[in-house]
């Protein structure tokens, strides 16, 4: 009995090794082929393996159509050809061949683990709806040919699939569980006893059976979507139990059927798409023996594509994008894109996710792409966007140069300017014109002088008396230019100068000199100084429209564009416009507001001149100016020229406007916090929220700047200002009412107070010294006389007064000393009147005291007659360590008021000054190397300025040297006045020398007062 038992356990696992899992359809739009199984030779690893596949089709197989059977790539199907291919209908062999040229009812090709099988036309092997198809693929294949090679098994263990699809219209799917060997392991719990009682005495019985029946061949078959059925085999007849769950706690419960099986079926029902179940079978044979398998699991067929959403486009940039979604479940990320819908790029990231983040580079600036977005999840669903479009942002050309300006020289001219920020600048292009300004930078009746990256050029052997036209255009690496600034300027020759027949009054021009009575200031100047106080609108006089008169143009036609264009400025009440110092601003007109024939259009911005050029994309005429760094009115003029000769004009107003600024109160005094951020917010749908700066390319929150100065260009509406800083309470600035697109408030920040700790030292530690009350503590001129040696000076004047000839020479010094200052009193009053001379004698000791002092202020004046130098613009240059610019960044600007008084309040750091003044030349050539100037110290020459103290004060004096070519041709009062205060200083000396011996040799009062007096006048 027990080897009949065996010899059938062993048949039952022979014919189960032989079936295999089927998995049911997946293409929804397509009959699930039925009775579907793939009995393979083996499965065990890299073995090789015939196949012999069975399946029902619901839809039949018509001539002309293909069925496909798939295999994992991880089979090797390699050495399979024709011959060892068959396939059967209910049972009757078709005969096949290579193609269908012939009469075969079917053809065979195989490439790519892929086997296609095509059923010919006209042959007659056509398959009937609800027939049993069968395939056999190895050396089982006889029908037509004979099988010689066969599959070889994944090498790997685990679950492998084998589909079958095809033009016919079914398919479906069979899953191998390759393993190490034919046979599935499996876990048992032996009962410690079984049952059968005892035996008996005197007769034995059956033995009692303790062994739980082995489980084995476990296949999970026609798994679809929400459904999956599981058999298994055991080595005697057993209950059927099987637990199963999304986790390895089987938490959905037990599957059970009634009876005692060897061969074993459950179906689960109701499954969860997409979703891993854990399952394991127990079976219980009728002794009580209970076996139990190891944790097994599946996965139902995931059939739904994702779902795309929230398609957007970021961080666009001139060659760059960024394009996200997402899905509804992890899927990998696939952008395709192109000019057109061939899409004929495509960017990738495999890594499954449900937020998808692609970025397309190396595009073309200016340029609109169609891009769609593909995800594909772990089952191989696809899901396609519509059609999107991007498009990149436009490359523009660089801003215009500013501050573009000639010098005239005889046969020679230099132009110097300030090149704009732009990253890609690449070079400057200069053109020379003889006969009028150029018409833009292929301008060919000009000349190119230039196209070097360089702020200054000079032009040499030019003709004198001739006047030469400029256009100077930035242009970038795309090769774009700016619109241009025009220069001219014209040539003259150097002229000897002729001394006039009279020379003029030098007192007459006293009341200009810097050290003269009515020039000194009686106190401090004025804070705010001039720069920093904006014209009132009451002052500004708003100018009739041009265009009134010359031709239909107005100036409602000129548009004043900032913040990267998006927002356009409007005149204030007073007529003017408002902008902020050092922004960039596009000034535009509308093509449509001029007739077609325009030849040239010119724009006019207080000094500079430049060129606008026809955007046609924008249809406006346009030219980038920076705003410069001065509080003042600038006149806009717009000229524009027809090719008929005719013109037409407009004009109105710019305002520079002070910035906003964060500061706080030190001991009465303003200074600013160069740590603060600012943070601006909108009031909107009665709320106050952060004010989004990113459309109008502004931060919001923001640092301000080392000057603590801030400001941003917003559309009209109602704002708050909050302002924040470490050691500081948070301000907020009030509501502000915005009608000129500018938000610059002033914000006071209060420091917060600390406790302050005072700490006792301890008394014995510190050695104390009482001092006598009639004994009072030496003041630092005692301590210092008392440091002479007095004693030994006394002795050594005594050794000298009784020398030979000491006492005659102190008698002859006497009439030398009278000579000398009388010679004093000579000089001085042939250089100046005797009454001015007298006030100079008397009071020179006080005058020198009070003159010389340094003032809280710097004077710009001319090196030449000493004259202060009004509406001079100085500019601060801070020097960071390390940086390529030696000349440093710009941070302050001011412009000197009537007295040619400046002054700036800086902290720690490296700063460098310029200056500039039409028809003046900074640094002085005239003073080089000069530290005092007569009544000017700390002369400037353009030397870097190193400031360690907190809230320094830079009042340097600064001398200009008149621009034209006979700037050293001082007037003749200046240089007799040079000559006779050197003849001063000769003989003053030799005075001062004299009286310093007298008083030596004989110490009387009156050789003391001689002293006094020769130094004062000296120092006159």
């Not at 024709?82 to 290579?98: F, K, P, R, V």
């Not at 034995?204 to 476990?218: K, Q, V, Y």
Request: glycine share 8%; with cysteine.
């Amino acid at each position: 009995m027990h080897i009949f038992r065996r010899i059938i356990q062993t048949l039952t696992l022979a014919a189960v090794l032989t079936t295999a899992a089927v998995v049911g359809a997946w293409n929804v739009s397509a009959a699930t082929v039925t009775s579907v199984n793939d009995y393979p030779s083996t499965l065990q690893t890299s073995q090789d393996s015939n196949h012999r596949v069975l399946f029902t089709t619901p839809t039949g197989i018509s001539e002309g159509s293909t069925v496909t059977l798939t295999f994992a790539t991880a089979f090797d199907t390699s050495a399979i050809t024709e011959d060892d291919i068959d396939i059967a209908d209910d049972g009757t062999d078709l005969t096949t061949a290579a193609d269908c040229s012939g009469s075969e009812h079917a053809s065979v090709a195989i490439a790519s683990d892929v086997v296609t099988i095509t059923i010919c036309a006209g042959d007659g092997g056509a398959i009937a709806a609800t027939s049993a198809v069968t395939i056999e693929v190895g050396t089982n294949a006889t029908s037509s040919g004979t099988g010689a090679n066969q599959i070889t098994n994944p090498s790997s263990t685990g679950n492998y699939y084998v589909s079958i699809a095809g033009t016919f219209g079914d398919s479906g799917s069979i899953i191998l569980p390759i393993g190490g060997d034919d046979s599935l392991s499996v876990t048992a719990t032996v009962p410690s006893s079984g049952g059968g009682g005892e035996s008996g005495g005197g007769g034995g019985g059956a033995p009692a059976d303790t062994t739980a029946p082995t489980i084995s061949n476990i296949v999970v078959s026609g798994v679809t979507t929400t459904s999956a059925t599981i058999s298994w085999t055991t080595s005697e007849a057993a209950t059927r139990l099987l637990d199963y769950g999304l986790t390895t706690s089987f938490e959905l419960g037990t599957e059970t059927v009634s009876g005692y099986y060897t061969s074993h079926s459950i179906t689960l029902s109701s499954l969860t798409e997409g979703a891993t179940y854990y399952f394991q079978i127990r079976g219980v044979d009728s002794s009580g023996n209970t076996a139990t398998s190891s944790t097994q699991s599946f996965t139902t067929l995931d059939e739904t594509d994702p779902v795309i959403s929230d398609i957007e486009v970021v961080d666009i940039t001139t060659t760059s994008a960024r394009v996200t979604w997402d899905t509804n479940e992890d899927a990998d990320s696939t952008v395709s894109y192109g000019l057109t819908s061939s899409y004929t790029n495509t960017e990738t990231d495999e890594e499954l996710a449900t937020s998808h983040s692609i970025l397309l580079t190396d595009l073309t600036s200016g340029t609109t792409y169609q891009f769609q977005v593909l995800s594909t999840d772990a089952s191989s669903n696809q899901a396609f966007s519509d059609d999107e479009t991007l498009t990149t942002d436009a490359d523009d050309s660089p801003g215009n140069v500013s501050d573009l300006s000639i010098t005239e020289g005889d046969e020679e001219l230099t132009l110097s300017w300030t090149n704009p920020t732009d990253e890609d600048l690449s070079g400057i292009l200069v053109l020379q014109c003889l006969s009028g300004y150029p018409t833009g930078p292929t301008d060919t009746s000009c000349t190119s002088v230039s196209t070097a990256l360089v702020t200054s050029l000079l032009l040499l052997d030019l003709t004198n008396g001739t006047t030469y036209y400029f256009g100077v255009f930035a242009y970038d690496s795309a090769g774009q230019f700016a619109s241009g600034a025009l220069v001219s300027g014209t040539l003259q020759a150097s002229e000897e100068e002729v001394p006039s027949e009279e020379e003029p009054d030098f007192e007459e021009e006293s009341s200009e000199e810097p050290g003269g009575e009515e020039e000194v200031p009686d106190s401090e100047p004025e804070e705010p100084d001039a720069e920093e106080i904006p014209p009132s609108e009451s002052s500004v006089n708003v100018p009739t429209s041009l265009g009134a008169e010359e031709g239909t143009l107005s100036d409602a036609d000129v548009l004043y564009l900032v913040a990267d264009e998006s927002i356009t400025l409007t005149t204030t009440s007073s007529g003017v416009v408002e902008v902020t110092p050092t922004s960039d601003l596009r000034v535009a007109i509308p093509a449509d507001a001029v007739s077609d024939d325009v030849e040239t259009i010119m724009l006019t911005v207080g000094s500079d001149t430049y060129l606008m050029r026809l955007d046609d994309a924008l249809g406006l005429y346009s030219a980038d100016i920076t705003i410069p760094d001065v509080l003042t009115i600038l006149e806009v003029y717009v000229l524009v020229t027809y090719k008929d000769g005719s013109t037409d004009a407009v004009s109105s107003y710019l305002r520079t406007i002070s910035l906003g600024e964060v500061y706080q109160v030190v001991d009465g005094e303003e200074a600013t916090v160069s740590t603060a951020r600012v943070t601006l917010f909108e009031y909107v749908d009665d709320e106050w929220v952060v004010w989004d700066g990113s459309p109008y390319d502004q931060f919001n929150p923001t640092s301000v700047s080392e000057e603590g100065q801030f400001a941003w260009y917003v559309t009209n509406g109602t704002y708050q200002v909050r302002a924040e800083a470490d050691g500081f309470e948070s301000a907020n600035s009030g509501t502000l009412s915005v009608e000129n697109a500018i938000v610059n408030p002033r914000i006071l920040l209060t420091a917060i107070e600390e406790e302050e700790v005072v700490v006792e030292p301890p008394l014995e530690e510190v050695p104390t010294e009482e001092i006598s009350p009639e004994v009072a503590p030496a003041t630092l001129a005692q301590t210092f006389l008392n440091a002479l040696p007095i004693a030994g000076m006394q002795k050594a004047l005594e050794a000298i007064r009784d020398l030979p000839g000491v006492e005659e020479s102190a008698e002859i010094s006497t009439p030398v000393l009278a000579i000398t200052a009388g010679a004093s009193v000579v000089v001085l009053a042939i250089a100046f009147d005797f009454l001015p001379f007298l006030q100079y004698l008397f009071t020179a000791p006080i005058l020198f005291f009070w003159r010389r002092r340094r003032k809280g202020h710097g004077v710009i004046y001319n090196a030449i007659s000493k004259a202060p130098i009004d509406l001079a613009v100085v500019r601060l240059f801070k020097i960071e360590d390390g940086a390529s610019d030696a000349r440093g960044r710009l941070v302050k600007s001011r412009v000197t008021d009537r007295g040619g008084r400046y002054f700036f309040l800086v902290q720690p750091g490296k700063y460098r000054l310029m200056v500039t003044k039409p028809g003046f030349q900074f640094p002085s050539d005239y003073l080089t190397g000069e530290t005092t100037d007569g009544a000017y110290l700390d002369v400037y020459h353009g030397e870097m300025v190193e400031v360690t103290a907190d809230n320094a004060v830079i009042t340097a004096n600064i001398p200009l040297d008149p621009s034209q070519a006979a700037k050293y041709h001082e007037p003749a009062s200046i240089r007799r006045r040079k000559l006779l205060r050197g003849t001063q200083h000769t003989v003053a000396i030799a005075g001062v020398i004299a009286s310093f011996v007298f008083a030596i040799v004989r110490p009387t009062l009156f050789s003391v007062g001689m002293v006094v007096v020769q130094v004062g006048i000296y120092l006159i």
